[in-house]
């Protein structure tokens, strides 16, 4: 009890000077470390996982920009050395690529009229003319048999 007849607890607030004060951001936990030490120790994880995050997406952006660059080399109508928006290669890329796709069912369109044709001219029986409607072709000229 103090001189005012209250009783002194052992939780009670004391003094910011009073010798055994114990700040609150310094209580010490079970393991021995401060909260403060804690608290800089989970900003020091933070900041290092930051780091390393930021590591992986510059070497991811690397790798992409590299393929683009590869992407861009490829295409036939970009003088070397230029640089191309990202979209723009893509872009020019997809056209490309849709370009080829045209020219190859050409190609195969051509390649099947001109074997229709050459079918025709060489599909002859003795009179010079295969039967039409025929199932199968045994013209002497041929040795072999064509279905129709």
């Known amino acids: 009890m103090n001189e005012n007849g209250v009783e002194a607890s052992a939780l009670s607030l004391k003094s910011p000077f009073a010798a055994d004060y114990l700040d609150p951001y310094q209580v010490s936990s079970a393991s021995g470390v401060t909260s403060t030490q804690s608290s800089d120790w989970k900003m020091e994880r933070k900041r290092r996982r930051r780091e390393e995050a930021t590591l992986r997406e510059r070497k991811r952006m690397h790798v992409l920009n590299a393929a683009f660059e590869q992407l861009q080399a490829a ?66 000229c041929h040795n072999r048999k064509y279905i129709y």
């Open 75 to 140: 295409l036939p109508f970009v003088p070397e050395g230029s640089r191309m928006p990202k979209m723009t290669i893509m872009e020019s890329a997809l056209n490309y690529i849709q370009d080829l796709m045209e020219m190859i069912e050409d190609y195969d369109a051509e390649k099947n009229e001109t074997k229709r044709n050459v079918d025709k001219a060489t599909a002859t029986d003795d009179d010079g003319v295969c039967p039409p409607g025929e199932a199968y072709c045994q013209c002497p």
